[in-house]
């Protein structure tokens, strides 16, 4: 049973536009949540990450919202360019941030066209 | 040099032989993981451990056994290796707010 969920495998955008990658959850128990991003041949980098007790985290060009009653949460790049084509993926935990167990999702594939 | 670093970074393989993957960290941090990844099936926890006495089963950890030999090492081992281990296995380290990860072990059982 997959906790956390990516339904679009991969998303094209051109450069310039917004990118809007969403994820969605199951657990209720899950407080804390987190994006990682992945270049071919890298292990995966931590980009932004938001608690339960907010909204929205905002960090340059990327944001990150999150809708506790509709167990979702998305992460808006803003502009895209063509560095940031590579995987995304979600993390969910229930630790308040201890990250003892993270949930991941399965990813999603940007390409950032020129 | 990277600061979680993890080895082999390619490994072939065949089915029963005992392998083992190795992990080291430079930043201090006493939580260590072992992932893996599958193609549309995202990173699942094999096993984690939060110091050199803490061992913990995660996800998937049927079919693996881990060793914390020290604060900075954290080694992954497949008794006897099947083709359906054929992944990518992630080290990572953690200060407790987010995972720090190595750069992968690909690792193919025939």
């Known amino acids: 049973d997959q906790q956390v969920k990516q339904n679009s495998p991969s998303l094209s955008v051109q450069e310039g536009r917004i990118s809007i990658l969403n994820c969605d959850y199951t657990?209720?128990?899950?407080?804390?949540f987190l994006w990682y991003k992945k270049y071919p041949a890298e292990g995966p980098t931590f980009l932004i990450s938001i608690s339960s007790i907010k909204d929205k985290n905002e960090d340059g060009r990327f944001t990150v919202f999150l809708n506790k009653s509709a167990k979702h949460l998305s992460l808006h790049i803003v502009p895209s360019q063509p560095g940031d084509s590579a995987v995304y993926f979600c993390a969910a935990s229930d630790n308040g941030g201890a990250t003892n167990k993270l949930i991941f999702g399965t990813g999603t594939l940007l390409a950032v066209q020129p | 040099d990277a600061d979680v670093t993890q080895t082999p970074r390619n490994r072939i393989t065949k089915t029963g032989k005992r392998i083992m993957l190795e992990c080291s960290q430079t930043k201090g941090h006493d939580r260590m993981y072992w992932y893996r990844q599958d193609p549309g099936l995202g990173l699942q926890l094999i096993y984690y451990?939060?110091?050199?006495?803490?061992?913990n089963k995660g996800e998937i950890s049927d079919g693996y056994s881990v060793s914390r030999q020290a604060q900075a090492k954290f080694s992954l081992s497949l008794e006897s290796a099947i083709p359906n281990q054929t992944a990518l296995y992630f080290c990572a380290t953690s200060d407790r707010r987010e995972l720090f990860f190595g750069e992968g072990s690909r690792l193919t059982v025939l």
């Open positions: 657990n209720s128990m899950f407080d804390y």
């Open positions: 451990s939060f110091d050199v006495k803490d061992i």
